[in-house]
């Protein structure tokens, strides 16, 4: 029963309506909850996470509208971290140490690169921190838990949809045409998602046992950008050592992002799927452990 | 009539480490792991206390329920796995219907968020959905009554205010079973009122509520029954004034003595903190019986920790309905214009015997400075004491046994003349009283 058809029945019976009572005297038509300790099994599943769904939804908004209160230049920060990065790699990168970039300006290939990267690394970031940073609500309430972490990625998604208004800019200033390939920004950003969370809720829960976590995640996150073609493309680097960045699911993701957006080169259809079976790996694990995890959370947040 | 929660065998066990925190870092993790890697779980340095054990009980659909208990009884760990914020250790919980729970107030308020948003976020957070709330969105700001702060933030509201729009969005949430904890110990006087009058409609719709209060007479007054846990375990389960009472009589309330040993978490603030508060008779035993016939004293101790300040130790006096008796000030000259120096000060307020009614009476102590006005500190439900009438015949009642309602019950001089008509007599007893 979901919460929307709850409510309707407890409104339409009035205040003193014998009805009241007689709806609650059988209680085998209400939903029943059953805690039992020799069953662990404290969060419902799938069919719970659907019936919070709108929870999910203020909790992504609430993100979304305080990260930016009270700032000066309030949402052009999603735009501004992307593009004041790119500025520095194109000086850095491509104009000084001129790493090639697949026959695309430098300052398009570096800025498609960080636009999908910034959202990864910022959901990922948020995320293994949010638990520990909603603290009192995991302790006062119960709702499923996977909706903290899973809120901070949805919230990112938000910037990212404003970092990529200034990617359109630039292709039309560039005049990069667009092609079909476009179609395949939805699958890859669904990936980037997915990987964020299960990376991002995995975190979360040891964050909340293990406040190690909270230093070492920054670190991760830079090592990781490093081990992604991010400033420099796959083909810069030698054949028989390409097979080790391809394990990184990014490096999947960010080639065939920048193939999508510049239409250029075919899919490299063998990285992607690397990438979509290491996520659904990490997405499987994380769920798993975060589900052992989350029993304890609010006895030692 | 099937009951609508079925609590069975219920425990709850917790380890209290040694190094007092519960989460551990990865570095002893890895090193116990290292330095005995056959015993995967090295965790025998760590007590385990049970906050609850072979907790059972039912509750049927309609039914008010308080839980009452020391600090450390359970009840909010009990609240808590009925709320599936925690876990039990052992045993079973039937619940049967929508669960709304209402452990603190304002979870999940975001101070940056105004008011408006608050309640759309709020709500969710305890399981409305976004219709519902548009639905009772006017109703909840009219029962606030912050109609006119409704867009500004909620950072800017007055404490008041904050808790008012809190409990309101919780007032509005409508589970067949409502799980409160303590949230009657906010607001004003007259917005408890509102609240507990909320609670009750919310029972008499035929929803269920448990709650957990230390406010006793509203524990008497919202519901029919209660349950007494003590550690841990149900001590007692029964009609609530008899629960309440024998709580109250029992030296488990210890209701007429508190005490805050730790100064970082005693109320109050950098100027001056409360240490304890008693109830003592004129012997000067700590006592939660007084006599109506004699007077009882109401300590208040207190810490000064900044020196410079005019402080003055006040005491408001309710009774069971929820009615303030009186308020009291020191007015003893020699603080009431001295700056107090830093030390720990114990001040003593003589209520006279033949004052009181019979029935429960709760105090809350305060130190305000009176101009400009600040309070330091207002600690409510600070102690209770239960004022009893033994009937030997020279009390105000004198010999009638029966309900003698009031809120106070002075023992009067009374003079009598013999009356030639009735206008001499009334002009006798006012000379008499001016006499006096």
Known sequence: ?301 | MEPIIKVQNLGKQYRIGSDRSAYSTLRETLVSKFRSPLNGRNRSAHKKIWALSDVGFEINPGEVVGIIGRNGAGKSTLLKILSRVTEPTTGRVELHGRVGSLLEVGTGFHPELSGRENIFLNGAILGMSRTEIARKFDDIVAFAEVEKFIDTPVKRYSSGMYVRLAFAVAAYLEPEILLVDEVLAVGDASFQRKCLDRMKDVGRHGRTVLFVSHNMPAVTRLGERAILLDQGTVLQDGPSHKVVGSYLKSGLGTMAAREWPDLATAPGNDIVRLRAVRVRTEAGDVSDAVDIRYPVGIEIEFEVLQPGHLLIPNLHVTNEEGVLVFIAADSDPTWRRTQRPVERFVSTAWIPGNFFSEGTMIVAAAVSTMDPVAIHFFERDAVAFQVIDKFEGDSARGDFAGSFPGVVRPKLRWTTGRAESGMAATTNLEVEERAS
Request: hydrophobic fraction near 50%.
């Open chain 1, 1 to 301: 029963m979901t919460s929307e058809t709850f409510s309707k029945t407890v409104l339409e019976s009035k205040p003193g309506d014998p009805n009241t009572n007689g709806l609650l005297a059988s209680p085998s038509k209400q939903p029943v909850v059953i805690i039992d300790a020799s069953k662990s099994s404290v969060s419902g599943g799938l069919r719970e996470l659907w019936a919070y769904r709108e929870l999910l939804y203020f909790l992504t908004w609430r993100d979304v509208k305080v990260r930016y209160k009270q700032t000066l230049l309030g949402a052009t920060w999603a735009i501004l971290q992307p593009l004041l990065t790119m500025l520095i790699f194109n000086l850095l990168f491509g104009r000084l140490a001129r790493i090639p970039s697949d026959g695309v300006p430098y300052p398009l290939f570096a800025y498609s690169g960080l636009v999908i990267w910034t959202f990864f690394a910022n959901s990922v970031t948020n995320s293994g921190n949010s638990l520990v940073g909603s603290a009192h609500l995991i302790t006062k309430i119960y709702f499923p838990r996977m909706i903290v972490p899973a809120g901070a990625v949805a919230a990112g998604l938000v910037d990212l949809a404003l970092a990529f208004v200034v990617q359109i800019g630039l292709m039309i200033y560039y005049g990069v045409h667009a092609t079909w390939a476009l179609l395949m920004l939805v699958p890859l950003v669904l990936l980037t998602t997915m990987l964020a969370l299960g990376v991002g809720m995995w975190l979360s829960g040891l964050n909340v046992k293990y406040r190690d976590i909270r230093y070492a995640i920054p670190f991760l996150i830079q090592l990781w950008m490093f081990a992604s073609p991010i400033i420099y493309p796959v083909s810069l680097l030698p054949q028989k050592w390409r097979w080790a960045v391809t394990l990184n699911p990014l490096t999947g993701i960010i080639q065939n992002f920048r193939i999508a957006l510049f239409g250029n080169q075919p899919f490299v259809w063998k990285s992607l799927a690397i990438s979509a079976g290491i996520t659904t790996l990490v997405v499987t694990y994380a769920v798993y452990s975060f589900h052992r995890m989350e029993r304890r959370f609010a006895d030692i947040v």
